[in-house]
């Protein structure tokens, strides 16, 4: 799968909602092609490690215009240099990877967008909050002045149904929705970043800003 891979961008962008933001996630794939992506005009992209992130900016220095997203767990000793490299911080897990963030961002003078990744389903392959936990842990992220928090992000569990799948989505866009009324003055809820290549259609169907999409542009990656 290559060659085609701006007109699949083009026709990716064609069904999306001109205000949902693709995410090109690129784990696994190579400069070449993230140019290629470049070139069809993407300019957000999405990487699950620092360390992959960190050279592959290297290579793309020349491409000044891109927003760098995380989307996979951070471990606390990578946190800096993840504020260094990301932009937006898709998973944020738990509060105190919230915490150390925050304090993090003072020290370097930065305020980083990030989601909160909510389980809406127990899941014990994935990081993230549950609902209660959330609900409980809002008045200390509320806390976190450095960090502008903008919404929501969720990984369905796998192997779920569509209409299950459509349930965890919705879930998710309604308890967004919840806990912006309670009007926290340092939480937003306007961003719901959900959806993947297989399952991205139902979640902007359930109100998704923000969908994360690899194989469904790059290909399959290796196991
Ligand atoms: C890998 C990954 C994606 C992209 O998945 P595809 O199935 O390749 O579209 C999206 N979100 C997260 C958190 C990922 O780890």
Known sequence: ??????????????????????????????????????????????????????LKQAELQDLPDITWHLIGHLQSNKARKALELFQWIHSVDSLKLAQRLNQ???????????????????????????????????????QCYNLQIQGLMTIPPFALKPPEIRSVFESTSELADKIGQQNWLNIQMQQLSMGMSDDYPLAVEAGATMVRLGRIIFGQRNP
């Open 104 to 142: 993090l961002a003072n020290e370097l003078s930065l305020s980083p967008q990030v989601c909160l990744q909510v389980k809406i389903l127990p899941d014990p392959n994935k990081y993230g909050w549950s609902v209660p936990e959330l609900l409980a842990d809002l008045p200390a992220l509320n």
């Open 1 to 54: 799968m290559t060659g085609d891979l701006a007109q699949r961008i083009v026709k990716i962008r064609q069904q999306l909602p001109e205000s949902v933001r693709l995410i090109a996630v690129t784990k696994q794939v190579s400069v070449d092609a993230m140019r290629e992506a470049y070139a069809a005009g993407v300019r957000d992209f999405g990487e699950s490690r620092t360390p992959e992130a960190e």
